[in-house]
């Protein structure tokens, strides 16, 4: 058999022919010998893959509005048919994270109202556009007691809401609860990001949402002090997740943040009542400048500016991480503000 200068015989030349049966049938028994397993994971995360781009289509669908969020609870539901609680998420707060808050402030907020959250759009933060879906809210459900609680930020929103929902409808609010909210932009802490999130939002750029994730994670993980590994990991992932606000939302949340003038609203809100509670090691709104403000602002509708969140992480609105802080104070405020009805004399038969 002669190999010499890369000879082979006929018949292992017909074998190394791609055309050959020979070699159509190397590959057909090759097919067969693929994994079942193989198979069914390529499948199955063919099918995750279409499932999760299905999910995110959706979510990003649902979230061109601005819609209200409630949030079952029995006792409030049926005890307070006619009265709710209606929370103004803070900051890059999410919907799911908006209704987190809810359930763990429900000890506290469900001895006066039902419990309700605004999501905002993904399209932006629109005033009027909130104003409007609150009052759609309040009339469908027939309200006549409303309570706001202001996570962050949400208290300028919810002051503002407030006041137009006074003016335009004719409805009142009973209660702002203002936790840790900024009074100005200058009681932020961190002007540098700030301002050029603004800055850019200003001049038509949407910042990428890897960019603005990245800056956020390493800003977490720097200010380790404030959270958990677990809190991090659990942050950065909803970020990242479909279910995150847009970066079009939160640089229009900036903006409102920056251009917000409390004193607009000093003689509007008619007799709805004001509390702040902060802590006085938050190192993201100034406490002292922030409290000092809305007092000073709000002089006759302010009944409380002494409430403290001490030893709650992260320091800053932080109800859902730290319930056990904020349902104590909140009920304290409310039995002081709005007593709950007493029970009549006994009467005694001998």
Same mark, same amino acid.
């Given at each position: 058999?002669?190999?010499?200068?890369?000879?082979?015989?006929?018949?292992?030349?017909?074998?190394?022919?791609?055309?050959?049966?020979?070699?159509?049938?190397?590959?057909?028994?090759?097919?067969?010998?693929?994994?079942?397993?193989?198979?069914?994971?390529?499948?199955?995360?063919?099918?995750?893959?279409?499932?999760?781009?299905?999910?995110?289509?959706?979510?990003?669908?649902?979230?061109?509005?601005?819609?209200?969020?409630?949030?079952?609870?029995?006792?409030?539901?049926?005890?307070?048919?006619?009265?709710?609680?209606?929370?103004?998420?803070?900051?890059?707060?999410?919907?799911?994270?908006?209704?987190?808050?809810?359930?763990?402030?429900?000890?506290?907020?469900?001895?006066?109202?039902?419990?309700?959250?605004?999501?905002?759009?993904?399209?932006?933060?629109?005033?009027?556009?909130? !104003?409007?879906?609150?009052?759609?809210?309040?009339?469908?459900?027939?309200? +006549?007691?409303?309570?706001?609680?202001?996570?962050?930020?949400?208290?300028?929103?919810?002051?503002? !809401?407030?006041?137009?929902?006074?003016?335009?409808?004719?409805?009142?609010?009973?209660?702002?609860?203002?936790?840790?909210?900024?009074?100005?932009?200058?009681?932020?802490?961190?002007?540098?990001?700030?301002?050029?999130?603004?800055?850019?939002?200003?001049?038509?750029?949407?910042?990428?949402?890897?960019?603005?994730?990245?800056?956020?994670?390493?800003?977490?993980? !720097?200010?380790?002090?404030?959270?958990?590994?677990?809190?991090?990991?659990?942050?950065?992932?909803?970020?990242?997740?479909?279910?995150?606000?847009?970066?079009?939302?939160?640089?229009?949340?900036?903006?409102?943040?920056?251009?917000?003038?409390?004193?607009?609203?000093?003689?509007?809100?008619?007799?709805?009542?004001?509390?702040?509670?902060?802590?006085?090691?938050?190192?993201?709104?100034?406490?002292?400048?922030?409290?000092?403000?809305?007092?000073?602002?709000?002089?006759? +509708?302010?009944?409380?500016?002494?409430?403290?969140?001490?030893?709650?992480?992260?320091?800053?609105?932080?109800?859902?991480? +730290?319930?056990?802080?904020?349902?104590?104070?909140?009920?304290?405020?409310? +039995?002081?503000?709005?007593?709950?009805?007493?029970?009549?004399?006994?009467?005694?038969?001998?």
């Amino acid at each position: 058999m002669n190999l010499r200068a890369g000879k082979f015989p006929r018949k292992q030349q017909r074998w190394q022919d791609p055309g050959s049966p020979a070699q159509v049938l190397r590959h057909a028994a090759e097919l067969k010998s693929f994994s079942r397993r193989s198979f069914l994971i390529g499948a199955g995360a063919s099918t995750a893959l279409a499932a999760d781009m299905l999910f995110t289509r959706q979510v990003q669908a649902e979230r061109r509005v601005t819609k209200i969020l409630p949030v079952g609870d029995d006792f409030a539901d049926s005890s307070y048919p006619n009265s709710s609680w209606i929370l103004f998420p803070g900051y890059k707060t999410s919907w799911e994270e908006a209704q987190w808050i809810l359930n763990s402030l429900r000890g506290s907020l469900h001895q006066r109202g039902q419990l309700a959250a605004v999501g905002y759009s993904n399209l932006g933060l629109d005033v009027s556009d909130v !104003v409007d879906t609150v009052a759609d809210y309040i009339n469908e459900r027939k309200l +006549n007691t409303l309570y706001f609680y202001g996570h962050s930020f949400g208290g300028m929103l919810a002051t503002e !809401v407030a006041a137009l929902l006074r003016e335009r409808n004719g409805i009142g609010v009973k209660l702002i609860l203002l936790d840790s909210s900024p009074f100005s932009k200058y009681d932020i802490l961190d002007q540098s990001w700030f301002d050029g999130v603004v800055f850019l939002y200003e001049s038509g750029f949407q910042v990428p949402s890897v960019l603005r994730g990245g800056y956020e994670l390493g800003e977490r993980v !720097v200010n380790k002090h404030e959270r958990t590994w677990g809190q991090i990991w659990d942050q950065t992932l909803e970020q990242l997740s479909p279910i995150a606000p847009s970066s079009v939302l939160i640089q229009s949340e900036s903006d409102y943040i920056y251009h917000f003038d409390g004193t607009r609203f000093t003689d509007r809100l008619g007799d709805t009542r004001m509390a702040f509670i902060g802590n006085p090691r938050d190192d993201t709104v100034n406490y002292e400048t922030a409290r000092a403000a809305w007092a000073k602002t709000f002089p006759l +509708n302010m009944a409380s500016t002494g409430l403290r969140t001490d030893g709650a992480r992260p320091t800053h609105a932080s109800p859902q991480w +730290n319930p056990f802080v904020y349902n104590p104070i909140i009920e304290d405020l409310e +039995n002081e503000l709005f007593p709950p009805p007493r029970a009549g004399p006994r009467v005694v038969f001998y």
